[in-house]
Every structure is written in structure tokens, then in C-alpha cells.
């Protein structure tokens, strides 16, 4: 069965620094989100992406995140400088079409931790 | 207007018995209600939605009833299993494009044996 990866599972890195955490959608879904869950806290929704462009954002998508689909394969979520609250795990999902019942599948995450 | 409060927060129930989970938003522009299973370390997956236009959705153990006039909608587990224990998220979404889903607070299920 098709699936969502996320590489890496775990990142550690130091405030200040840059980030880039990989999704692999499943290959014929045509819209891509990325959402953020802290630890012990519900999941939020940080962007959506159709046809190479960002459909939607949240407050928390702010200048610090940006979104690409370098490769047609790929799909990345960068943090240009990482902060303390950034520490989460990352969750990337992918829907096929636009339709209003249409299901979204998520990765397994990447645990993100900045120190 | 986005806010979805769960309830409750968290839930005991013995194997066998049946767990039942709510779910209240405020967003009248919703008009898809899926309920996401979650188990640690992995990412939400979907258990069973349902559509405005119905009123229950039953798959399996697992049933749905919404109630468009009070903005709520509920998850029912029957004979719960050890197996589903695992944190539940209501997660509605409207249709605007985009579709993203705003996620409940949760619900930790712990089914004892």
C-alpha cells in the first residue's frame, strides 16, 4: 500500500541554525500539507500546497518556513532559523484530488528538537 | 471560529465495554468530520469520516454520529479492544480548496484487558 515518507525520523539541531525536513508524498496525490505537533499537544496545521504554489498557511507559517517541490518527488518543509518553541514533531500528508471528502495520509513524522 | 474542543481528554475503558469520544466545533462552513487514530510514535491515520448530509456512518466496532444542529459529532467504539488504545483526534475540515484539517485536542483511549 502507498505511503507518506518523512526523512529524517529525528533531528537535533541548534537554535539559529537552518533545517530541512523531507516528504516523499504518496506519487499520484496532488495536494501537500505539513503540520506540526508539540509534544503532548494536538496537531496544527502550518501549510498547504497545490500546483507548486502555497494554497493556504496558518499564523504559525510564518517568514522563518518555506516550502518546496524541488523534484516533482519531493517535498520539504525549511526552517530558515530554527527557535527553542520550533521543537516538534513534523508531519507531512498527502491527498490525491480537491474533492471535500477526500482522505489525507500522514508520514510518520520527523521529531524535531532544538537545543 | 476554528476552534474544536474534544472531549474528554482522557478515557478508561475495560475490554470489551465502549468508548464513546466527542467532538464540538464552532465553524459552520465545516462539512467534513473524519476521526484520526494516532498510536506513539506515528502519524495520524484515518478510523472513519462522515458527510453533513448523513446523520451516522458505522464501519466495524467504530460509528459515527453527528448532530449538524449542535455542532457536534462522536465517535463510538464498541467492544473495545487492548488494540485501540491509542489517542483519537476529530479533525474537521471544509471544503475550501485546501481542505486542511483542524485537529481536536485529543483523546488518550487506554482499553485494560
Known amino acids: 500500500e502507498p505511503e507518506v515518507t518523512q526523512t529524517p525520523s529525528h533531528q537535533v539541531t541548534q537554535m539559529g541554525q537552518e533545517v530541512i525536513l523531507r516528504c516523499v508524498p504518496i506519487s499520484n496525490h496532488l495536494y501537500f500539507y505539513w503540520y506540526r505537533q508539540i509534544l503532548g499537544q494536538k496537531v496544527e496545521f502550518l501549510v498547504s500546497?497545490?500546483?507548486?504554489?502555497?494554497?493556504?498557511k496558518s499564523e504559525i507559517f510564518d517568514d522563518q518556513f518555506s516550502v518546496e517541490r524541488p523534484d516533482g518527488s519531493n517535498f520539504t518543509l525549511k526552517i530558515r532559523s530554527t527557535k527553542l518553541e520550533d521543537s516538534a514533531m513534523y508531519f507531512c500528508?498527502?491527498?490525491?484530488?480537491?474533492?471535500?471528502?477526500?482522505?489525507?495520509?500522514f508520514g510518520p513524522g520527523t521529531r524535531l528538537l532544538v537545543l | 471560529q476554528q476552534q474544536v474542543k474534544q472531549s474528554p481528554q482522557s478515557l478508561i475503558v475495560q475490554k470489551g465495554g465502549i468508548s464513546i469520544i466527542n467532538c464540538a466545533y464552532e465553524?459552520?462552513?465545516?462539512?467534513?468530520f473524519p476521526w484520526y487514530q494516532q498510536f506513539p510514535g506515528k502519524g495520524p491515520a484515518l478510523l472513519i469520516a462522515?458527510?453533513?448530509?448523513?446523520s451516522e456512518k458505522k464501519e466495524g466496532r467504530f460509528t459515527i454520529s453527528f448532530n449538524k444542529s449542535a455542532k457536534q459529532f462522536s465517535l463510538h467504539i464498541m467492544d473495545s479492544q487492548p488494540g485501540d488504545s491509542a489517542t483519537y483526534f476529530c479533525a474537521p475540515s471544509a471544503w475550501t480548496g485546501a481542505n486542511n484539517l483542524f485537529f481536536g485536542t485529543g483523546t488518550r483511549l487506554t482499553v485494560i484487558p
Open positions: 500528508a498527502s491527498r490525491n484530488t480537491g474533492g471535500p471528502w477526500e482522505t489525507q495520509y
Open positions: 500546497f497545490y500546483n507548486n504554489e502555497i494554497s493556504e
Open positions: 465553524n459552520t462552513a465545516f462539512d467534513y
Open positions: 462522515i458527510r453533513p448530509d448523513v
